[in-house]
Nanobody, 117 residues
Framework: QVQLVESGGGLVQPGGSLRLSCAASGSSFSTLVMGWYRQTPGKERELVATITSGGSTSFADSVKGRFTISTNNAKNTLYLQMNGLKPEDTAVYYC???????????WGQGTQVTVSS
């Protein structure tokens, strides 16, 4: 079992920056891929960025060049650095870990990001 807790969301003006964190805890686990997703009311959850245990990253086209995903060495903290924020980035952001054991995916509770002047 893996528990994920996001933090770092808030209100920011257009063009500003935020750094989201996701702290993972639980019994020993081996992670395959970690990611950030976001969701707005009435829409499906969408992929923002992923990073594999080997360090390969991928990004949604809408955030390429503005967002960066990274982890600490222990891979128990996941980050999303968001620069050049736009109003359309407003959403609840969720982190996700997929572990090797059973390829099970875990989700955090989400953190609200609001980009507005």
């Amino acid at each position: 079992q893996v528990q994920l807790v996001e933090s770092g969301g808030g209100l920011v003006q257009p063009g500003g920056s935020l750094r989201l964190s996701c702290a993972a805890s639980g019994s020993s686990f081996s992670t395959l891929v970690m990611g950030w997703y976001r969701q707005t009311p009435g829409k499906e959850r969408e992929l923002v960025a992923t990073i594999t245990s080997g360090g390969s990253t991928s990004f949604a086209d809408s955030v390429k060049g503005r967002f960066t995903i990274s982890t600490n060495n222990a891979k128990n903290t996941l980050y999303l650095q968001m620069n050049g924020l736009k109003p359309e980035d407003t959403a609840v952001y969720y982190c996700s870990y997929t572990v090797r054991a059973g390829l099970k995916r875990y989700w955090g509770q989400g953190t609200q990001v609001t980009v507005s002047s």
